[in-house]
């Protein structure tokens, strides 16, 4: 158990310490995620209608990690969705989006979101047309959620 743990926080301090590029191109790219600290409305009750009813398909895009997946059934999309909490959120400047999110029914976008779960940020910050326009809180089922995502996939990597 002891080396698991640690090997788990090795792998973890490598894969920080590799997203923690100096270079100038990575950190234009992150001045383009980073939203800046505002308050912005929650999403419309129509928008929330929408994918509470349609919504069939979520696809993650860790923007650090190389881990990417899909739910495609209706009863997690449905779970996913009670992670937004109907609180907005202040996201600070300093909060760095974790995962890009594409909410689909039947094969059509329904709405694209940043996910925001690291470094004491808990948000999700919705998009039109790739402007941050509706904040949500994301609540702490939601953080555990995403956080045993990346733990899976961490113990796939010691188990290679």
Known sequence: MKKSTTLFLVALSFFLFCSCNSGEDS??????DVVQADEMPRLPAEMVHT???RCDNIQYIFIDYPVS???????SVRQTLTFIEEETAL??????????MIFLGEGEILADAK?????DCS??????????T???KLSEEGKAFYMGVLQNYYNQL???
């Not at 997946?69 to 009863?75: A, C, E, H």
């Open 27 to 32: 950190t234009q790219s992150v001045e383009q």
């Open 91 to 100: 996201v600070p400047g300093s909060c760095r989006p974790t995962a890009d």
């Open 123 to 132: 948000y999700i910050v919705f998009e039109e047309s790739g402007t941050p």
């Open 69 to 75: 997946f899909s739910q495609s059934d209706v009863g």
């Open 115 to 119: 996910l925001y779960f690291m470094d």
């Open 134 to 136: 509706y904040s949500h």
């Open 158 to 160: 010691q188990q290679q």
């Open 51 to 53: 994918l509470s009813t």
